[in-house]
């Protein structure tokens, strides 16, 4: 899905959707961290926390500055390819977001796994409304206000397990 959002992202001129895309691709790392770590000691898996968290920041403060770019160029996105691409990746998300319902009280890697999922879900959604105010508005606003929560959303994510990953660093050193 991050290969399919990056092209319609940047085909449909929609900031919304390049958003969504570049979660989509730290969500793959963050779960290839979360298996390779998840048998280990819950410091290592704290610093993966840590490290995903990181990474959550600096996808929120990369869609910052695409939107800026945005609403700059004045870019008019293609309301029909976010609704097509938005809906297929909410699909995805959702399968997604089922499975991993069980671990969302879990320790940091395994919490950090299910906040980036339930983001997605929420910017899926999100990606939606901003097709049909794209649609019905004629303008981009509704894609850059979009992409706006959804770089919200990624910096409290961040925090969240930030947070977290540090108190349980703090509860087992060394």
Known sequence: MFAVEVIAGLAAGSASLQADALDFLGDTANYAISLIVVGMALRYRALAATAKGATMAMVGL???ATLIWHVVQGTLPNAYTMGVVGFTALLAN????????????????????????RNDVLGNLAVLAAAAGVFGTGTGWPDVIVASIMAMLALQGAFIVLRRSSAELRANPA
Do not use: E, K, P, Q
């Open 62 to 64: 990369w869609v910052i």
């Open 94 to 117: 959702v399968a997604s977001f089922a499975l991993l319902w069980a671990y969302r009280d879990g320790d940091a890697n395994m919490r950090s796994a299910w906040i980036c999922t």
